[in-house]
């Protein structure tokens, strides 16, 4: 067990001591439920089902909350146990990027018998990925040719951005597609561009390397094409519901 695991079944002890059995269900998910997790750059992120999320029932994990964010960890997600199951509709690509890699720390799977539409996924990634196509675009167009400050938007963007291509795999017929260099192959397979670009950007977020960010490097120019191909592929997607 990895100490980031250790952290993790710790907070989720705490949570249930906070709680007591207003607490439904704590879920490790991302990077490091994936096996991916790298200490410095990899986020711990939590989802956490309450009974309510009434003013005094939150107030309940305050302290917790604000030591899990001290340690340099993003806030848990924090819903109600009929929020999360409302919503299958509203975050149908973050609920099944949960679904397809979590570890459950506390209570039972909150997944089981949820339904989530594939109709509703391929419109919420049609929305999302068209909005982090103009950010990339736009911090390009500010920042290219610093270094300091675009390697960095590289690094991040492409966190967001593999989410959506395991969406557009998933919608494909290939659910649980988790490994990052295997997500950004068989989305360059299925769509049509180079992966290289992108393998590079991951091996840098994985291991600090640092990367050639010129504002014509074939590896930023490579990037943004690849994810304007995506987006394009999108635009055509059908797939019966």
Known sequence: MGREMERAQAYARDLAGAYGDALRTVL??????????????????????????????????????????????????????????????????????????????HGGDPFHGLEIRHEDMRLQLERELKGAWIRLRTRYLTESGDAKAFQPTLLKSLSTFLVMFRTVLRLSGQDGVRDPERVLSETAAKVGFDPAPLLEIQRARSGGGKLDVRPDSPVVTGYLEAVARVVEYVDRFERAV
């Open 28 to 105: 490790l998910y991302g990077s490091a439920a994936r096996g991916e997790y790298r200490e410095g750059t990899s986020d711990l992120n939590l989802l956490v089902l309450l009974a309510d999320t009434a003013p005094a029932t939150l107030r309940r994990g305050t302290a917790l909350a604000k030591a899990w964010a001290a340690e340099k960890n993003p806030p848990p997600l924090m819903m109600s146990e009929a929020e999360f199951l409302g919503s299958a509709d509203v975050f149908p690509m973050e609920l099944a990027d949960i679904r397809d890699a979590n570890v459950v720390l």
